[in-house]
């Protein structure tokens, strides 16, 4: 069993972490465009519209109940879909265009981090110890280290600020849905968080002005439905089943091995590099995580060793 678990978090981190390599794929690169590089929004509408057909299917495959009654489901709904989906998708889409996939993946591994803070932010009974607050700045100095901000070139910088503005609107997303008891089942939420950003996301590509020519090409038809089929449907559902079997601690950690996978595909499949301050970022923020969740990993692994 701990075998398998450990087979399914490591795909799981290569699933997530290759689909930073997948976006940049569909969109490429100032200089070096994709199909997807004047559309980045509709790139990820079409992503979840994919997705949140699949998950809705398994959805009702699982027996359980699917369809969202009363206000507090759909209010759980519309965060997730606003904040979840179409802003931390289409602020990351947009972003990829300017960074490579690995600062990409280790600027979203903040997450956690982030989470953390929103959430002593909404429950002022547990704040920010010392200890605590000195890991969140490790973790914004991470990003600082790894973005470079520099005046001279504030169009590089500005695409590296938008992923983090992607990372802040994911754990953002999270409190809040996490802050609402609505009884629907988690793969219920997915689906219909997908299905309604996805048409939020439509309709800010029209309000955009993207369009496309024609039928894109074969390397980002792949990459869209790799998106859409593996890492979204096939990625989530090994998400729940670990999440039972693991808990959220353990499931957090996911966001640090991801962007390994995401350095390693881009460099593969992309050619692209992997500098000194990429990887010092990553290992500022792995710090700041560290130092935050200190507490619940060391009584995660008490727990661990104890029922040995």
């Given at each position: 069993?701990r ?8 795909t ?13 794929a569909?969109v ?6 994709a ?50 989906i ?8 947009v ?16 997450s ?6 929103f ?10 110890t010392v ?12 990003v600082?280290?790894?973005?470079r ?23 953002f997303?999270?409190v ?10 988690i793969?219920?939420?997915e689906?219909w ?22 039928l894109?090409p ?10 859409a089929v ?5 990625g989530?559902l090994?998400?729940?089943d670990l ?13 640090y ?12 499949f ?29 009584d ?5 060793f104890d029922?040995?």
């Amino acid at each position: 069993m701990r075998y398998r678990n450990l087979l399914l978090f490591v795909t799981l981190a290569a699933v997530w972490g290759s689909a930073f390599m997948a976006i940049k794929a569909g969109v490429g690169e100032v200089g070096a465009p994709a199909y997807f590089f004047d559309a980045p929004v509709l790139f990820a509408a079409l992503r979840f519209d994919i997705a949140g057909v699949l998950m809705l299917g398994y959805a009702l495959w699982t027996r359980g109940p699917w369809r969202p009654r009363g206000r507090l489901q759909w209010i759980a709904i519309g965060i997730g879909a606003v904040f979840i989906i179409t802003g931390y998708h289409a602020l990351l889409f947009v972003g990829e265009r300017g960074t490579t996939s690995a600062a990409a993946a280790v600027i979203v591994s903040l997450s956690p981090v982030l989470t953390t803070a929103f959430a002593r932010a909404f429950l002022p009974s547990e704040r920010l110890t010392v200890v605590g607050l000195l890991g969140m700045v490790l973790g914004l100095l991470g990003v600082a280290v790894l973005s470079r901000p520099d005046p001279a070139n504030l169009v590089g910088s500005r695409f590296e600020a938008l992923v983090f503005g992607a990372a802040l609107c994911f754990a953002f997303g999270s409190v809040l849905t996490r802050r609402i008891d609505t009884g629907l089942p988690i793969e219920a939420f997915e689906a219909w968080s997908m299905i309604a950003g996805a048409i939020i996301m439509h309709g800010l590509s029209l309000g955009l002005g993207e369009s496309v020519a024609g039928l894109p090409p074969l390397r980002e038809t792949v990459a869209l439905l790799y998106l859409a089929v593996v890492s979204s449907a096939l990625g989530f559902l090994i998400y729940f089943d670990l999440l039972e079997r693991l808990g959220a601690i353990e499931i957090n950690l996911v966001s640090y091995v991801a962007p390994i996978f995401a350095a390693v595909a881009g460099f593969v499949f992309l050619g692209e590099g992997i500098d000194a301050p990429t990887v010092g970022g990553f290992l500022i923020i792995l710090a700041g995580f560290a130092l935050i969740k200190r507490r619940a990993i060391q009584d995660e692994l008490s727990r661990r060793f104890d029922s040995r």
